[in-house]
């Protein structure tokens, strides 16, 4: 499809949103027209786009929202009622089922918490009515719960089988080298909740059936890649260190025994150093830290330039990072926006081919790229 048609089928979909608060950004390949789509939500996380081309997004604040293409916004109910709306945690990631368009199903997860004031990310799926969450079900919860705001996860990626759900710590570092408990792991479920029997631990006396992958920092991006054979995610280093990882079934990824961070503010070293053996490596890091969130592997027009790159957001410099990759290495990183629209909380890929992006703030945004026709 030419860049000129596809711009004209996306103004007809979302012509009515922002069509005056278009930018024009500069990239190394193409220019991207930035539009604005619609304003006023509270720290909005996560982001999905429905058949109908309605996007649903979620707010730290415990929220739901459902956005229509003419700027209409809806509250969708039946949310969690024990969200711990503290630090990092809140409603978080959103993520349809496969067969959406005929289940109607959802996932939602969100930081729960106890009647002690503990808390941990927990997975709720439910069916969405109209905008009504009904029939909902918790179908995990990250043992044990801890205090504090720290280190949920917590993306959700949905496969034709499986439900990846990244975790955190919660600030307990040395509990991701154990993986008896969920601290510091990413875990797989069937979509329906249960344990997938092809699990690597589910023999295992000493780690939890659930845990596909453990030695996680604080997982804030996972996506499937376009062939739907590999699996890419991210993690928040310390001072220092964020990794890109690529996830394999089993595997140690090293915290807080190697890390390429240091301990905030003091400049010292964790673990023993940057490497081990029966440790994963990371394909990728960045030192300094640029806190990468929400990440999508680029499929297709209108963006046929950067497909099978990867591009996630940055919370701390407020960019969009392209990583070029080749032979599951990255070969090159571009960083755009600049800090333009403030810090990037998650990006996707809408059925159209558009880029569609919030921006984390009390005043968040959703925003739409498009190629400029040149």
């Not at 996306?10 to 278009?22: D, H, N, R, S």
């Not at 496969?159 to 601290?183: K, M, N, P, V, W």
């Not at 140690?252 to 440790?279: A, D, F, H, R």
Request: contains cysteine; neutral net charge.
């Amino acid at each position: 499809m030419r860049i000129s048609h596809c711009l004209c089928l996306l103004v007809l979909c979302w012509g009515v949103i922002g069509a005056t608060q278009a930018k024009i950004i500069s990239t190394e390949a193409v220019s991207l027209r930035t539009e604005t789509l619609k304003s006023g939500f509270s720290h909005p996380w996560g982001l999905a786009e429905l058949p109908d081309g309605d996007l649903l997004i979620t707010e730290r604040n415990g929220k739901l929202k459902r956005l229509t293409p003419n700027g209409l916004v809806v509250t969708v109910l039946g949310t969690p009622k024990n969200v711990f709306q503290q630090g990092q945690g809140g409603l978080l990631d959103i993520a349809l089922a496969p067969d959406f368009a005929n289940s109607h199903r959802v996932y939602l997860s969100y930081a729960g918490v106890n009647e002690q004031g503990q808390a941990g990310t927990e997975v709720m799926m439910a069916t969405l009515s109209k905008d009504v969450l009904i029939d909902s079900r918790v179908i995990f919860k990250a043992l044990p719960k801890r205090g504090g705001g720290r280190h949920f996860g917590s993306r959700l990626l949905v496969t034709s089988e499986h439900l990846y759900i990244t975790l955190g710590d919660r600030g307990h570092r040395d509990r991701a080298q154990f993986a008896d408990d969920h601290l510091g792991t990413l875990v797989r479920l069937n979509l329906d909740g249960t344990v997938p029997k092809s699990n690597p631990f589910t023999q295992a006396d000493d780690k939890r059936p659930e845990v596909f992958s453990y030695g996680h920092r604080n997982v804030q991006g996972i996506t499937l890649d376009n062939t739907g054979s590999r699996i890419w995610a991210h993690e928040h280093g310390p001072q220092g260190g964020d990794e890109l990882n690529i996830i394999r079934a089993g595997e140690n990824y090293g915290w807080p025994t190697i890390t390429y961070g240091v301990n905030y503010g003091l400049g010292t070293q964790i673990g023993e150093g940057t490497s081990k053996p029966g440790m994963r490596q990371p394909v990728y890091y960045w030192d300094p830290s640029i806190a990468p969130s929400g990440m999508v592997m680029v499929n297709g027009a209108p963006f046929s330039m950067w497909d099978g790159n990867l591009l996630l957001g940055s919370l701390k410099f407020g960019l969009l990072v392209r990583l070029v990759l080749e032979d599951g290495k990255v070969t090159h990183e571009e960083r755009m926006l600049d800090g333009e629209f403030g810090r990037i909380r998650d990006v996707i890929q809408a059925r159209d081919g558009s880029l569609l992006i919030l921006t984390d703030r009390r005043n968040g945004s959703v925003l739409r790229l498009t190629p400029t026709a040149d």
